[in-house]
Protein backbone atom coordinates (compact mmCIF):
# COMPACT_ATOMS: atom_id res chain seq x y z
CA UNK A 1 0.00 0.00 0.00
CA UNK A 2 1.45 3.60 -0.96
CA UNK A 3 1.97 5.50 2.37
CA UNK A 4 -0.38 8.28 0.34
CA UNK A 5 -2.56 7.76 -2.31
CA UNK A 6 -4.61 9.87 -4.62
CA UNK A 7 -7.38 8.97 -7.61
CA UNK A 8 -5.33 9.29 -10.67
CA UNK A 9 -7.88 11.04 -12.43
CA UNK A 10 -7.89 12.63 -14.94
CA UNK A 11 -11.06 14.60 -14.04
CA UNK A 12 -12.70 16.05 -16.65
CA UNK A 13 -15.05 18.75 -15.59
CA UNK A 14 -17.23 21.92 -17.12
CA UNK A 15 -16.13 25.40 -16.32
CA UNK A 16 -18.53 26.60 -13.14
CA UNK A 17 -18.21 23.16 -11.99
CA UNK A 18 -17.17 21.79 -8.22
CA UNK A 19 -14.63 18.95 -8.19
CA UNK A 20 -13.75 17.15 -4.94
CA UNK A 21 -9.65 15.45 -4.63
CA UNK A 22 -9.43 12.61 -1.81
CA UNK A 23 -5.99 11.31 -0.07
CA UNK A 24 -5.41 8.84 2.14
CA UNK A 25 -2.33 8.31 3.81
CA UNK A 26 -1.03 5.17 6.13
CA UNK A 27 1.17 6.72 8.83
CA UNK A 28 -0.28 7.63 11.74
CA UNK A 29 2.21 9.84 12.56
CA UNK A 30 2.13 12.00 10.06
CA UNK A 31 1.82 15.94 11.32
CA UNK A 32 2.16 18.48 8.67
CA UNK A 33 -0.62 18.42 5.02
CA UNK A 34 -0.50 20.17 2.19
CA UNK A 35 -2.12 20.42 -1.63
CA UNK A 36 0.36 21.12 -3.94
CA UNK A 37 -0.38 22.18 -7.49
CA UNK A 38 1.79 21.54 -10.90
CA UNK A 39 1.41 22.82 -14.18
CA UNK A 40 2.34 20.75 -17.11
CA UNK A 41 6.00 20.31 -17.34
CA UNK A 42 7.08 22.70 -14.31
CA UNK A 43 7.35 22.50 -10.30
CA UNK A 44 5.27 22.01 -8.05
CA UNK A 45 3.74 24.99 -6.09
CA UNK A 46 1.96 25.47 -2.59
CA UNK A 47 -1.57 25.31 -3.27
CA UNK A 48 -2.59 25.56 0.49
CA UNK A 49 -1.67 24.17 3.72
CA UNK A 50 -4.48 21.50 5.70
CA UNK A 51 -5.39 22.38 9.35
CA UNK A 52 -7.40 20.11 10.96
CA UNK A 53 -10.26 23.00 11.62
CA UNK A 54 -9.96 22.89 8.15
CA UNK A 55 -9.45 25.95 5.64
CA UNK A 56 -10.19 28.02 2.95
CA UNK A 57 -8.63 30.07 0.40
CA UNK A 58 -11.17 31.67 -2.53
CA UNK A 59 -12.25 29.13 -4.01
CA UNK A 60 -10.24 26.00 -2.78
CA UNK A 61 -11.21 24.53 0.97
CA UNK A 62 -9.07 21.73 2.25
CA UNK A 63 -9.93 19.59 4.75
CA UNK A 64 -8.42 16.88 7.10
CA UNK A 65 -9.86 13.79 9.27
CA UNK A 66 -7.28 12.53 11.58
CA UNK A 67 -9.33 9.42 12.30
CA UNK A 68 -10.05 7.95 8.85
CA UNK A 69 -6.53 9.44 8.01
CA UNK A 70 -8.01 11.32 5.35
CA UNK A 71 -7.22 14.71 3.45
CA UNK A 72 -9.67 16.52 0.82
CA UNK A 73 -9.22 19.40 -1.33
CA UNK A 74 -12.92 21.18 -2.86
CA UNK A 75 -12.50 23.29 -5.89
CA UNK A 76 -16.17 25.57 -5.82
CA UNK A 77 -16.71 27.14 -9.81
CA UNK A 78 -13.81 25.68 -11.57
CA UNK A 79 -11.82 27.71 -13.82
CA UNK A 80 -10.00 27.33 -16.93
CA UNK A 81 -6.76 28.07 -15.44
CA UNK A 82 -7.14 25.41 -12.68
CA UNK A 83 -6.40 22.53 -15.18
CA UNK A 84 -3.24 20.76 -13.41
CA UNK A 85 -2.21 18.42 -11.56
CA UNK A 86 -2.60 18.43 -7.72
CA UNK A 87 -0.48 16.43 -5.43
CA UNK A 88 -1.09 15.60 -1.57
CA UNK A 89 1.77 15.86 0.27
CA UNK A 90 2.35 14.27 4.05
CA UNK A 91 5.30 15.02 6.17
CA UNK A 92 5.64 12.00 8.43
CA UNK A 93 7.73 12.21 12.16
CA UNK A 94 8.46 15.40 14.64
CA UNK A 95 12.37 15.28 15.09
CA UNK A 96 13.53 13.89 11.76
CA UNK A 97 10.92 14.08 9.70
CA UNK A 98 9.66 12.41 5.84
CA UNK A 99 8.01 14.01 3.40
CA UNK A 100 5.81 11.98 0.64
CA UNK A 101 4.34 12.97 -1.87
CA UNK A 102 1.26 11.11 -3.86
CA UNK A 103 0.89 10.48 -7.28
CA UNK A 104 -1.38 13.30 -8.10
CA UNK A 105 -5.04 14.12 -9.34
CA UNK A 106 -4.88 15.81 -13.18
CA UNK A 107 -7.68 17.86 -13.66
CA UNK A 108 -8.86 19.06 -16.74
CA UNK A 109 -11.24 22.20 -16.55
CA UNK A 110 -13.25 22.85 -20.01
CA UNK A 111 -15.15 25.50 -21.77
CA UNK B 1 14.64 37.07 -5.72
CA UNK B 2 15.42 34.51 -8.79
CA UNK B 3 14.06 31.74 -5.91
CA UNK B 4 15.77 28.30 -6.56
CA UNK B 5 16.87 27.96 -10.57
CA UNK B 6 18.33 24.84 -12.01
CA UNK B 7 20.63 24.30 -14.81
CA UNK B 8 20.30 22.60 -17.80
CA UNK B 9 16.30 22.62 -18.05
CA UNK B 10 16.90 19.59 -20.49
CA UNK B 11 20.12 17.07 -21.27
CA UNK B 12 20.22 13.87 -23.17
CA UNK B 13 23.03 11.80 -21.83
CA UNK B 14 24.48 8.35 -23.07
CA UNK B 15 24.55 5.42 -20.82
CA UNK B 16 28.05 5.17 -18.74
CA UNK B 17 28.34 9.54 -19.33
CA UNK B 18 28.45 11.67 -16.22
CA UNK B 19 26.74 15.27 -15.34
CA UNK B 20 26.19 17.57 -12.87
CA UNK B 21 22.86 19.13 -12.68
CA UNK B 22 22.85 22.35 -11.04
CA UNK B 23 20.84 24.18 -8.58
CA UNK B 24 20.60 27.56 -6.80
CA UNK B 25 18.87 29.33 -4.53
CA UNK B 26 19.04 32.99 -3.08
CA UNK B 27 16.63 33.26 -0.14
CA UNK B 28 19.54 31.93 2.14
CA UNK B 29 17.52 28.87 2.91
CA UNK B 30 19.29 26.02 5.04
CA UNK B 31 18.00 23.05 3.85
CA UNK B 32 18.27 21.68 0.25
CA UNK B 33 16.91 19.12 -1.58
CA UNK B 34 16.52 16.76 -4.61
CA UNK B 35 14.16 15.11 -5.95
CA UNK B 36 13.48 12.82 -8.70
CA UNK B 37 9.84 12.70 -10.84
CA UNK B 38 8.76 9.90 -13.12
CA UNK B 39 5.75 9.68 -14.88
CA UNK B 40 2.54 9.01 -12.50
CA UNK B 41 4.76 8.46 -9.44
CA UNK B 42 5.24 10.84 -6.54
CA UNK B 43 8.63 12.97 -6.00
CA UNK B 44 11.67 10.64 -4.65
CA UNK B 45 13.92 12.33 -2.25
CA UNK B 46 17.43 11.45 -3.49
CA UNK B 47 19.51 13.82 -1.11
CA UNK B 48 18.77 16.51 1.05
CA UNK B 49 21.34 18.75 3.20
CA UNK B 50 20.76 20.95 6.32
CA UNK B 51 23.45 23.15 5.79
CA UNK B 52 26.78 24.09 4.20
CA UNK B 53 28.93 21.02 4.87
CA UNK B 54 26.42 18.50 5.57
CA UNK B 55 24.63 16.20 3.54
CA UNK B 56 22.12 12.72 3.67
CA UNK B 57 21.15 10.40 1.52
CA UNK B 58 17.26 10.70 1.05
CA UNK B 59 14.98 6.86 -0.11
CA UNK B 60 16.33 6.66 -3.75
CA UNK B 61 20.39 7.74 -3.51
CA UNK B 62 21.84 5.40 -5.45
CA UNK B 63 23.68 6.32 -8.73
CA UNK B 64 24.43 9.77 -7.36
CA UNK B 65 26.40 12.09 -5.34
CA UNK B 66 26.11 15.70 -3.88
CA UNK B 67 27.88 18.57 -1.89
CA UNK B 68 26.91 21.30 -0.13
CA UNK B 69 29.86 23.69 0.33
CA UNK B 70 27.77 26.71 0.15
CA UNK B 71 24.39 27.79 1.56
CA UNK B 72 23.27 28.89 -2.02
CA UNK B 73 24.08 26.08 -3.90
CA UNK B 74 23.33 22.00 -4.11
CA UNK B 75 24.89 20.37 -7.16
CA UNK B 76 23.60 17.21 -8.22
CA UNK B 77 26.10 14.41 -9.48
CA UNK B 78 25.71 11.39 -11.94
CA UNK B 79 28.50 9.71 -12.46
CA UNK B 80 27.67 6.23 -14.52
CA UNK B 81 24.34 7.05 -16.03
CA UNK B 82 21.95 4.38 -16.41
CA UNK B 83 18.47 4.84 -18.18
CA UNK B 84 16.80 3.97 -14.94
CA UNK B 85 17.71 7.91 -14.36
CA UNK B 86 15.69 8.80 -17.04
CA UNK B 87 13.56 11.23 -15.32
CA UNK B 88 12.95 15.25 -14.04
CA UNK B 89 14.81 15.91 -11.23
CA UNK B 90 13.89 19.21 -9.15
CA UNK B 91 15.23 20.73 -6.40
CA UNK B 92 13.85 22.36 -3.79
CA UNK B 93 14.54 24.60 -0.20
CA UNK B 94 13.53 25.30 2.83
CA UNK B 95 14.14 27.82 5.60
CA UNK B 96 14.40 25.71 8.39
CA UNK B 97 13.54 22.25 7.34
CA UNK B 98 10.13 22.13 9.77
CA UNK B 99 7.35 20.08 8.52
CA UNK B 100 4.84 22.92 8.44
CA UNK B 101 7.25 24.48 5.95
CA UNK B 102 6.58 25.25 2.27
CA UNK B 103 9.42 23.87 0.25
CA UNK B 104 10.28 26.03 -2.57
CA UNK B 105 11.06 24.25 -6.41
CA UNK B 106 13.06 25.38 -9.40
CA UNK B 107 11.92 24.60 -12.72
CA UNK B 108 12.92 20.81 -13.23
CA UNK B 109 15.90 19.05 -15.03
CA UNK B 110 14.91 16.80 -17.27
CA UNK B 111 16.91 14.06 -18.04
CA UNK B 112 17.32 11.32 -20.79
CA UNK B 113 19.49 8.11 -20.73
CA UNK B 114 20.32 6.40 -24.06
Known amino acids: RKEVEQDPGPFNVPEGATVAFNCTYS??????FFWYRQDCRKEPKLLMS???SGNEDGRFTAQLNRASQYISLLIRDSKLSDSATYLC????????????FGAGTRLFVKA | NAGVTQTPKFRILKIGQSMTLQCAQD?????MYWYRQDPGMGLKLIYY???????DKGEVPNGYNVSRSTTEDFPLRLELAAPSQTSVYFC?????????????FGPGTRLLVL
Open chain 2, 92 to 104: ASTDRGLPQETQY
Open chain 1, 27 to 32: NSASQS
Open chain 1, 50 to 52: VYS
Open chain 1, 89 to 100: VVNVGTGGFKTI
Open chain 2, 27 to 31: MNHNY
Open chain 2, 49 to 55: SVGAGIT
